[in-house]
């Protein structure tokens, strides 16, 4: 028998960290904070355990936490006081976003990232406003006959709307944007905006492949997000295609974008490693609200050991190919991990 190939003589116990490919440190992780306009005091998100809404006023607080434990960027979500067809709160320069990160950029030292979209802001919880089409088979409404008008997001009325959050979130201080809708052309337009406005030093995240996902389901509610009636798949993408992500992706990169997001990550882990290899720019993933849940209600039940399977998890998006990690985990693997390297 030829052993002359022998891996195992580099698991050995001080060799491991010299061969380790992968390694995650805090800063590589992104906390999502929720800041809710109609709350005085801090509500538990139930699907989420750990994470709760936190009034405007307690905000600077909340991000104080997350540095603490060593990660230095957070992703805002608003959740505003009031909300109508067009999700004008938005772009308010009282709206909850705005209020929130004049008070943390101003307060602390903390990257804020805001999340760019109107279905926290929207009566009917869609990511823009709705526009009648006729003849759609992909539209809003669930089963209405083909010739009926449906209701969809009308796409460029939406683009005139980021074009005002944007600028709106960036007055305000935002370090960077995330537009998550999905709309096409959101990027090139969004970079306009922020040039014309004298923000060109203000990168872009784009959400450049988010699919149509089961997974989202514990952060709606969270963010109070749900559409009121249909689903989003005539804008998100089709989970059974990954060609299309390349060209979403590829789409994005020309307009400008300097960040890559998959959303979500584990599901969709090849996707992540395909835009590692494909692009040159950094890449993002979104580990979800759902990839959160499952792991915490198998813990629950006993059935897994909650810290490793968390550690495990952001370690095989990181090994995937991202660079960046959003994740409700951020704050409890953090402090796990070893400090200041
Ligand atoms: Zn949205």
């Not at 909850?96 to 802001?121: F, G, H, K, M």
């Amino acid at each position: 028998m030829d052993l002359t190939h022998r891996p195992r003589r580099l698991r050995r116990d001080r060799v491991r960290g010299l061969v380790s490919e992968t390694s995650l440190e805090p800063t590589d992780l992104i906390a999502p904070v929720f800041v809710d306009a109609t709350t005085d005091e801090r509500v538990p998100i139930e699907s989420m355990p750990g994470h709760e809404r936190v009034p405007i006023d307690e905000s600077v607080a909340r991000v104080e936490e997350v540095l603490e434990t060593g990660v230095e960027a957070v992703m805002l979500f608003g959740i505003p006081e009031s909300k109508d067809p067009e999700g004008t709160r938005a772009w308010a320069e009282d709206g909850v976003i705005q209020e929130a990160l004049r008070r943390i950029t101003s307060e602390t030292d903390a990257y804020v990232i805001t999340d760019v979209c109107l279905c926290e802001y929207t009566d009917h919880g869609h990511c823009g406003p709705l526009e009648e089409e006729l003849r759609s088979e992909g539209g809003v409404a669930e089963d209405g006959p083909g010739c009926e008008p449906t209701l969809t997001v009308d796409n460029d009325a939406t683009l005139e709307a980021l074009e005002k959050i944007v600028t709106s979130h960036a007055r305000a201080g935002a370090d960077m944007v995330a537009p998550s809708g999905m709309m096409d052309g959101m990027v090139e337009t969004i970079r306009e905006a922020l040039d014309g406005a004298g923000f060109e030093h203000v990168p872009i995240m784009s959400y450049a492949a988010k699919y149509e996902s089961a997974f989202y389901g514990p952060f709606r509610d969270a963010a109070d997000g749900a559409p009121s009636f249909g689903n989003r798949r005539h804008y998100q993408m089709d989970p059974a295609n990954s060609r299309e992500a390349m060209r979403e992706v590829r789409l994005d990169a020309e307009q400008g974008a300097d960040v890559m997001m998959v959303k979500p990550a584990l599901p969709y882990l090849d996707i992540i490693s395909a835009v590692r290899r494909e692009f040159d720019h950094p890449v993002a993933a979104y580990n979800v609200s759902g990839e959160y849940a499952m792991l915490h209600a198998a813990a629950e039940k006993g059935w897994l050991d909650l810290e490793e399977v968390a550690l495990e998890s952001l370690l095989s998006i990181k090994r995937a190919g991202a660079d960046l990690i959003l994740t409700y985990f951020a704050e409890d693997v953090a402090q796990r991990l070893p400090a200041g390297q």
